[in-house]
């Protein structure tokens, strides 16, 4: 078991005297902001050259869009940055019933409408509550874990974390979204993982996982149940066994690896980017924009922007190292491999080596709701790392004195 | 607690150190901090990181930098794609080669690509309204095509919205490209037709290869979006008209919508030229006579004549001048942008069909008649053939004729009741006496058994009964009644109460068929052949249209000839001058059936009227019609040309179908045609 300042009391937290603001601000980790400030310029950049020609005589129309998105995202940075953290743990419980609320408030849309629908939306901006829900959903079980802190290595944490931890996995899942439903999935035993649950919970649980994906994809159709939508069983089988797998299913892959590939190392430009402006790679903008990036960018461009991942992932996973309390720990472990994972998955099923599932690229992808809610994530790392430096420093600066 | 407090108090720096001390000893009090299973935690997170990164870097490098050109190639190769360049279609031209019959010309179609219509629905429904609007068409049938062609799945064709767009409307579709996404202009070749109507019916129209056409078509190389002929002379020589396809290559995005202008690979080569034996005045003349025979068959008061047909062919060789259908259509609703409307404008779909008297079919080869006295003259070479009369033996004519033989005595009655005289065989053609054909028709139902059917054997040795194989299309076999064939039409499956007798070849069936009634068909096109044969001395032309097919330098191509006139065996040539002298008195002996029209023509011509009664089916009457006919050739010592009318319940042959085929004659013989004195006569 992880021990940390508060294990002994519980009181703890009423006591505990907030930092001063200016403080906070000075002991920001500006490494950190400064890779992530690079990443939203190389993505706005990423998305000048893909969307240019999307907009008939408006080659700046998404580019304009997305930096407001961009600002807005900012705004959600620096608030989440000034916010104490262990706000968000007092209120773990208001936090997992709205965002679930909410979800599941767009399910309903979704069958009312007889669709699905991710969205919600807000007449200039549609919302889509799930993009958000990664980081609340991360916060809210944080808070959780950070309660039965005692407990962390009992099964009965265990259980009881991954059991609320399904309800917003499966809502997701539901809507149907499996690739966020994934993300959801991956934080979760980051969480468990940075917490300090025992080996042998994950290795079953790690088990488990293997024999519902086992299950899914497939003895479950091969017995007549199908838990999957037809599309989401062709695209993830497609990737375990291409050779089965149709020309039509094979054609979004293919066409985004000859995209990625065409831009060689110097890349295309986005004038000449033919796979990009004559419509070869789907979801340009948005799932596949790494591909569209990579063709017009090359392997300079491509590798500049996962340069940039590891660097923040880098300092992210600093961030866990340097946290003030569990729950910080926990919650950055989190934020970290979410962001880890839907890099990852994205990136890898643009060039092939990874199943295709519906997950925007972080940072770079068209797209108000997951650009904001990836900045409010880098802004919570941020107050993490500012509270942690500062007790830290505090400490620090009280024992040289002392 | 104590030690929180201690760490909010400023306190002395010893008591501090001593906290700190003690702090180290004791991790339960000590701040959050870095434990060793943590550290080893997030170094395994760190791992994952690395190893996730290694993995896509290692992959990134493969793709762009390993086999980058190996991509950029395909990428390349994406967006070219090579499509097909139809020919200009070749032109028809008449003997002459001067007067170009069906021709192309270049217009500008426009087409809509359904793929770049706006996303959003209202946006979509909005440009199409507006694009309905501009192009006047209908918009129900727009989406319609819209919602087909996305049934079948097919993504790579635009919908042609106009086939042929006026100048004004294309101005004003470029001016506002922007506001149209997913439309383009093409410019292509249609069929064109410089003389309009002008033997519609033989020179068929082109349209897009039909699925029926495909399977056989497909195999000789013809893509599904080729335009074909159809019908006719289009199709028939469609292989010679329709030319080499050239290939272009042009810049597609994903949905195969070209993005930039066509770079031929090769060279489309034209079709080549058709060269009909047609020759285009006689053909204007010949349709204008049939209308004029039409309008002197209503003047006499045949209110339902309206429709006919007029066959003028060279008895040498068999080669068809001139190739009348009546009523016809405007070939040019083929063309463009074809509507419902306006194919029922025209006549040429469903019930319009009907009320227009079917424009589309041509009655020369399709149609068949009963031919009436026409026929005569084979009844007269066959009856002279199997020596039932002698050609100038005199045989009574009278008002009526009872077979001795049959006990039924029913009466047959010839066309004019007063008269009552011995004739010879040309005297009776020339006069056209039904009782004489009454006699040696019930001659033919006496013969033997071990005779076979003589008439009907003679018969099918002239063409009929049978396609005359023409090349202008398949024309229908018509019909020669046999023993046979009443014994297989008859049976108990017809649904006639009266079979069993009904089955059995009566007397009245032999009488019948010697003056061409009963269930003989001809069609037009036979008529003329056999008359061609009279004219030339017992020989089976093959009638044609094709004089020759050209390269567009000029150099002919090789076709397969036409089969050479056959003679036709066993025929006494002997026989042939008699029918030839009845024919010749027909027309200049005063007593002549068509003596009026033809007694004092300049050229000497030959022929023989027809009224063949035929059960017709006409709003507000229905019962035998007239149809009038007139067969024959000209000049009598050496044929040049052989005509043959028919004019629908034109009543008599001399009021209505001899007028018109003298100007056809007239026209021919640069002559003017003589103001005529209707006669009265079969």
Known sequence: MLEYAGSQRAGLRNEREAPHLLSVVRSIDWILLAGVGALVLVGLWGVAGVTKFAVPNDPTYYLNRQILYAAAGGVALVVAALVDPDLYRRYWRAIFIGTATVIAFVLLIGHAARGSTRWISLGFFTFQPSEFGKLLFVLALAGMLAERQRAV???????????LGLLPVTLVFAQPDLGTALVYMAALGAMLFVAGAPWKHLAVL???VLVVAVGVLWAGPAAGVSVLKGYQQQRLTCFTHPSTCSVAARYNVEQAITTVGSGEIRGRGPNGATQVNLGFLPESQTDFIFAGFAEQRGFIGAA?????????????????????????????GGIVVALLFQIFVNVGMTMGIAPITGIPLPFVSVGGSSLIANLAAMGVLLAIHARGRVSRGRRASLSARG | MASTTTRRLPLPPSRRAREDEAGAEQTAVEPYRLTPKLARRVAVLSGLVVIGFAALLLRLWALQVLAGSHYAAQAQ?????????????????????HNVLVTNKLVTAIELWPSGLPKIYAQRVAELRALAHITRVNVRQLTREILAQRAVGDMLDPIVVRPQAPTAMLTYLQERAAAFPGLTLTRSYVRSYPHGDFATQLLGYVGPITPQELPTLGKEGFAPTD????????ATYNKYLFGVPGAARVRVDAL????????LTTQPQPGQTVRLT????????????LQYGIQSARNTGEWAADGGAIVAMSPQDGSILALASSPTYDPSVYTGHITTRKLEAQGLVGKSALDKNYPSLDRALDATYPPGSTFKPLTAIAALQEHLIKPYALYPCTGTYVAPEDHSHHVFHNWDPNVNQGMDLPTALAQSCDTYFYRVGNGFYQLPTDRGQPLQKWARAFGFGKASAVDAGPDVPGLVPTIGYKHRRFSRHSGDPNWRIDRIWKPGDSINLAIGQGDLLVTPLQMTRFYAAIANGGKLVTPHVLMNVENPNGTLVPTTPPAAPRPIPGLNPAYLKVVQQGLFEGTHDPLGTSYGVFGNFPIPIAGKTGTAQKVVSLPGFTGEGDQSWWCGYGPVNAPKLVVCVVIENGGHGGTAAAPAAERVFAHFFHVPSAQQGLIHSD
Do not use: H, K, M
Request: hydrophobic share 45%.
């Open chain 2, 227 to 234: 335009v074909v002929g159809q019908t006719g002379i289009e």
């Open chain 2, 278 to 289: 047609i020759d285009a005045g006689l053909q204007i003349a010949a349709q204008n006579a």
């Open chain 2, 77 to 97: 190769a994406n967006q070219v794609r090579t499509v097909r360049v139809e020919p200009p279609r070749g032109q028809i031209v008449d003997r002459t080669g």
């Open chain 1, 153 to 163: 290595s009992t099964w009965d944490t265990t259980l009881r974390v991954v059991g």
């Open chain 1, 304 to 332: 500049l922007l996962l340069g940039l991942y590891l660097f923040v992932l880098w300092r992210g996973l600093r961030v866990v190292t340097v946290a003030r309390d569990l729950f910080s720990a926990v919650v950055a």
């Open chain 2, 256 to 263: 195969g919508r070209p993005r930039s202008a066509r770079t």
């Open chain 1, 206 to 208: 790690g088990g488990l």
